[in-house]
């Protein structure tokens, strides 16, 4: 029979993204409604190497929920990777009895979950928090919602002066190795072109499309281009500047403003949950497993899974952005 969890550890890890405070809070709030303690760890693993672990209740979350960044501070622990920083927080949560750990990050805090749960007796549930929605089954993750619309209000601005001068704007957003923010606020927006890491980007193929366009005198253009992108926003402004002289071309790169802000309804919704299932996991010894949401219906993968598979990019949806953008 498996254990009744009694005290259980909450931490955010990684990348802060927005609506992980309204997790926090729903794994407070639930785990109280069942009696348990709740412990915070702040700044993810490396509080717990640090014993940095603090007794929650449920003020500590009140006036949490429209708040970006977390209130538990995030960071990405080196020394987590080494089986002695790991035996270290396995000290630091067992003398205060700590017997289940909510981990809210994305596939590297979930990494580290698994090495942790394989090595010690503390069952980990991973709840994914990032704006780079990289993380398989899911159809969300926590923060993405938030960052996607953020870079959206940023690109439409740009749009505005783009018009205005008949430019050429090149956009950078963030998302790690995965195209997901390009794709989704590129298709939004209503870009020209989208470059992403998950499919080959052909700078030539642009530059004929801007001649023809040219042709055409449409001169107000706008691509969205993934950080992760074989090219990157500069080296394609610089190749489309050189093979077209005469075009005003411009590159912004959006950075961490996806990173913060008040999250979306979306992001609130699903981390409060995300946060209350995680716990039922907890109390019903569904141990290891990343809590996610698909269909609309709560779906637990193991760990391991959570963090080998990516999703993949539907085909169609670049099909949709060439032809729309014509
Ligand atoms: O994973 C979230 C993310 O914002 C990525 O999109 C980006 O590549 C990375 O984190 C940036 O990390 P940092 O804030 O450490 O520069």
């Not at 990348?15 to 997790?23: E, F, K, L, Q, S």
């Not at 960044?69 to 990405?76: S, V, Y």
């Not at 963030?174 to 700078?203: C, V, W």
């Not at 500047?241 to 008040?262: F, N, W, Y």
């Amino acid at each position: 029979m498996t254990k009744k969890v009694t005290k259980i550890g909450v931490l955010t890890s990684g990348g802060d993204a927005p609506g992980m405070n309204a997790a926090v809070r729903a794994v407070v709030r639930t785990g109280i409604y069942h009696g348990l303690e709740v412990y915070g760890v702040m700044r993810g693993y490396s509080g717990m190497i640090d014993d940095d672990i603090f007794r929650m209740e449920s003020r500590s979350v009140a006036n949490i929920i429209q708040r970006g960044g977390t209130i538990l501070k995030t960071a990405r622990s080196k020394e987590f990777n080494d089986a002695e920083g790991r035996k270290k927080a396995y000290d630091n949560l067992k003398k205060r009895g700590i017997d289940g750990l909510v981990v809210v990050g994305g596939d590297g805090s979930f990494r580290g979950a698994q090495r942790f749960s394989n090595e010690y007796d503390i069952p980990c549930i991973g709840i994914p928090g990032t704006i780079d929605k990289d993380i398989a089954g899911s159809d969300f993750t926590i923060g993405f919602d938030t960052a996607v619309n953020t870079a959206i209000e940023a690109i439409d601005k740009i749009r505005d002066t783009a018009d205005a001068h008949d430019r050429l704007f090149i956009v950078e957003v963030m998302g790690r190795d995965a195209g997901y923010i390009a794709l989704h606020s590129g298709i939004a927006t209503g870009a020209e072109n989208i470059f992403i890491p998950e499919t080959k980007t052909d700078i030539e193929e642009l530059v004929s499309s801007l001649m023809e366009k040219e042709k055409r005198s449409k001169l107000v253009n706008l691509v969205v281009v993934a950080e992760g992108d074989e090219f990157g926003a500069n080296e394609i402004a610089k190749v489309v500047k050189e093979r077209m002289p005469t075009l005003d071309a411009r590159v912004c790169i959006l950075g961490h403003i996806q990173r913060g802000g008040s999250p979306s309804c979306i992001d609130r919704v699903i981390a409060s949950r995300m946060g209350y299932h995680a716990v039922e996991c907890l109390m019903v010894g569904r141990h290891n497993v990343m809590v996610g949401i698909l269909n609309n219906k709560m779906n637990y993968i193991p760990l391991d899974k959570a963090v080998k598979a990516k999703q993949r990019i539907n085909p169609e949806w670049m099909k949709i952005v060439k032809i729309l953008a014509s």
